[in-house]
């Protein structure tokens, strides 16, 4: 009888013991097939995306606020054309009274939306930086000159933010498409986002020589 009890007691502790190993050994492939299938790393992509949205909001509204002092400084100017003007101070309008937010990166046709009315007010501001070469009173004005100053080097730091946010979205798209990421990416809910589909370089106002 003893030795049955032994036996029994040695054949639960094997029992026991190989339990806990057929559990570890669960863990450790689940975990490596989470790690392999982008389970993780989906998360790390689609910060980087939001952090590079943010900056893009960040330029496009750096620029939003130069506006207003710039229509102020060019209202002094006598006879400038007031369609140019009128058309900088719509386009302002439009751009800043879009709804912008963290679903606007997950949305294509809201991404379209603000990125035309952010090229549309570039193009009105392209255009009033070149009519000005007209009016040598206020390319001479410091207010002038200095607002333009910051204008451009604005519009270079939207075009950096706009390449890396493309730049980010491609990351996160390939490894929402490709396979075995994209398994990880599907249990996240994580889909395909849309980009920019306009050049930077298309949205740079004109460099003026004073």
């Given at each position: 009888m003893t030795e049955y009890r032994v036996f029994a007691s040695t054949a639960v502790r094997r029992l026991?013991?190989?339990?806990?190993?057929?559990?570890?050994?669960?863990?450790?492939?689940?975990?490596?097939?989470?790690?392999?299938?982008?389970?993780?790393?989906?998360?790390?992509v689609d910060q980087n995306?939001?952090?590079?949205?943010?900056?893009?909001?960040?330029?496009?509204k750096r620029r939003s606020d130069l506006v207003p002092n710039l229509v102020k400084v060019v209202q002094g100017a006598a006879n400038f054309e007031r369609d140019t003007l009128t058309k900088v101070i719509e386009a302002r309008a439009s751009a800043t009274q879009m709804k912008v937010d963290a679903s606007t990166i997950d949305d294509p046709q809201k991404l379209q939306q603000f990125e035309e009315a952010q090229a549309k007010l570039s193009g009105a501001l392209s255009r009033l930086l070149v009519v000005s070469e007209?009016?040598?009173?206020?390319?001479?004005?410091?207010?002038?000159?200095?607002?333009?100053?910051?204008?451009?080097?604005?519009?270079?730091?939207?075009?950096?933010?706009?390449?890396?946010?493309?730049?980010?979205?491609?990351?996160?798209?390939?490894?929402v498409l490709r396979f075995p990421t994209s398994i990880?990416?599907?249990?996240?809910?994580?889909?395909?986002?849309?980009?920019?589909?306009?050049?930077a370089a298309d949205e740079k106002a004109p460099e003026i020589k004073m």
């Open positions: 026991r013991a190989l339990s806990v190993a057929a559990l570890l050994s669960v863990s450790l492939l689940s975990g490596l097939a989470f790690s392999g299938c982008g389970y993780n790393q989906v998360i790390d995306v939001k952090s590079a949205w943010a900056e893009v909001q960040n330029q496009y007209n009016y040598p009173d206020l390319k001479s004005n410091a207010s002038f000159r200095d607002l333009q100053a910051q204008l451009e080097g604005t519009e270079n730091r939207i075009a950096v933010a706009r390449n890396r946010y493309i730049e980010s979205v491609s990351d996160y798209n390939k490894l990880g990416a599907s249990l996240r809910g994580k889909k395909e986002r849309p980009t920019f589909e306009g050049n």
